[in-house]
T-cell receptor, first 114, second 113 residues
Framework: EAGVVQSPRYKIIEKKQPVAFWCNPI?????LYWYLQNLGQGPELLIR????????DSQLPKDRFSAERLKGVDSTLKIQPAELGDSAVYLC????????????FGPGTRLTVL | AQSVTQLGSHVSVSEGALVLLRCNYS??????LFWYVQYPNQGLQLLLK??????LVKGINGFEAEFKKSETSFHLTKPSAHMSDAAEYFC???????????FGSGTRLLVRP
């Protein structure tokens, strides 16, 4: 079974530029999560999807961040415009459904904003 | 609200020695507890989890953890450290209907030859 796939693995951009991250969850997993992991910290949830519905986006900075999961499978997280403080690792995770507690994580996208 | 405290941002042990990584949680309802490991430039991998039932939980790679409600702890142990155990370890709690994971700040395990 393939794991959670994320791309790109690394991204370097200049501030004020837009950037997008893509995630393909494990096949059959209905719940998808985006986490932000700052250096030396644990991941923090940005948004959670159940199928195509965003059911928890309270931690997503909506002035510059957006996300979508149009067909309830893969998902895209976007930042526009990026700021220096957005430099971090963006992790995607999936679980079969929200009642199945195990979340499986992808390798993450390391973003550097110059 | 739930929270997790991991005591010690860095723990160093000799190869073959006991590994003990500490985790304390705060939760107003019975928690689900997790330990994840993260190797450099990789995502998080589940080591073990506690939901209900037996309080001593065995995981992969010889790790185990014990849920102690009276101490609000979920410490991770391994009897004998291997060099390959060097990584970052995260404790997490999930304790409400959203199943959102709240992570600690992590403990970096160093294994000396």
């Amino acid at each position: 079974e393939a794991g959670v796939v994320q791309s790109p693995r690394y991204k370097i951009i200049e501030k004020k530029q837009p950037v997008a991250f893509w995630c393909n969850p494990i096949s059959g997993h209905n719940t998808l999560y985006w986490y932000l992991q700052n250096l030396g910290q644990g991941p923090e949830l940005l948004i959670r999807y159940e199928n195509e519905e965003a059911v928890d986006d309270s931690q997503l900075p909506k002035d510059r961040f957006s996300a979508e999961r149009l067909k309830g499978v893969d998902s895209t997280l976007k930042i526009q415009p990026a700021e220096l403080g957005d430099s971090a690792v963006y992790l995607c995770a999936s679980s079969r459904d929200r009642d199945t507690d195990t979340q499986y994580f992808g390798p993450g996208t390391r973003l550097t904003v110059l | 609200a739930q929270s997790v405290t991991q005591l010690g941002s860095h723990v160093s042990v000799s190869e073959g020695a006991l590994v003990l990584l500490r985790c304390n949680y705060s939760s107003s309802v019975p928690p689900y507890l997790f330990w994840y490991v993260q190797y450099p430039n990789q995502g998080l991998q589940l080591l073990l989890k506690y939901t209900t039932g037996a309080t001593l939980v065995k995981g992969i790679n010889g790790f185990e953890a014990e849920f102690k409600k009276s101490e609000t702890s979920f410490h991770l142990t391994k009897p004998s450290a291997h060099m390959s155990d060097a990584a970052e370890y995260f404790c997490a709690v999930s304790a409400d209907s959203s199943y959102k994971l709240i992570f600690g700040s992590g403990t970096r395990l160093l294994v000396r030859p």
